[in-house]
């Protein structure tokens, strides 16, 4: 059973889609892009990937039974957070048997994650891949390597991402469409937390202006915070009726275009998640996650860009165990 009945499901604050590192980059409006998916996780409460010894304080789910505790907590949860809402008791409860689905923690076992970026303002396209191997003393090291990360780093670079139950925000969540096999629910999000961390970040960056750049790193990061307050961002859920799963997630999409005069306009973002049941598993996880993004910018004028990434090779030892880390 489960050690702590009392104990709620984890918030999905690792629920994250890694971005490559701003110092990384090599032009701060560049920078400032890539930023943006950071500071809208920022704006929902979707990042922080604590740092922890790995085989910290974790709980097991070995049974059947355990697995159908926690989603009965879950579950619990999900109700909680969708109690305020204006939704139809009947979709508040096709929504939550769905969010209870979503979230166990991470399966002793491997998987293979591939990362492939592409931006037309490069000539070729990157693309890495890796194998993950998750130990049952919560060790977790890519195949070849020795060395063990943290539970809290794999799930957030996992395909067993955290609960999306609170990234949802009840009073405004409704239903935008549905058919005789799916409903889809959208929601509003404030983005001024985003814009507040970025520019608390901008006080850390480099303010110094690089020779073939038209402001430093700082600024551009500051002119980009700046346009949060002119956007309108949204999240939405597609729930499959027939098993009541997360077919589809949206974490973060713009819905109007946004620009800083004769620097750059920003006129879509997407950043999503795309489910399906892994039946060795027994759990619905991401199969693809994208990234995509396209404007304008003073620099390099028109642009796509377009971060994509597949889980494939997903294998759970039998007996199957997950490990999930409490808050």
Known sequence: MIANRSQRPHSNKFLAIPMEPIVKLQMPIKASWCALAWVLAVSVGIVGQE????????????TTEDRDEYRALQREVAVELLEPSSLSQEHKELLANALSKVYMGIPVGSYTRTVRVEDSTE????????????SETGGVHRDGEQVDYTLARAISNSPFQGSMAFAIDAEKIRLASETDTEATFVWDIDMSEGAKAMEETADS???????????SEADAMRAVGGLFGKGK????????????????YVMLRLENTVRRRLLFKITSMVMDHHFSFIENCDGYVV??????????????????STETTTFTDITCEQPLRYLEIPE
Do not use: C, Q, Y
Request: no cysteine.
């Open 233 to 248: 961002f949204a999240g939405e859920i597609t729930v499959d009726k027939s098993d009541e799963s997360v077919k589809h």
């Open 51 to 62: 740092e922890s010894t790995p085989g910290s304080e974790f709980t097991v789910l070995a």
């Open 123 to 134: 000539e070729e396209s990157e693309e890495n891949s890796n194998t993950w191997m998750v």
């Open 287 to 304: 199969r693809r996650s994208n990234f995509d993004m396209a404007g304008s910018a003073l620099v390099v004028g028109k642009f796509t």
């Open 205 to 215: 960056l480099d303010s110094e202006v690089a020779e073939d750049a038209p402001m």
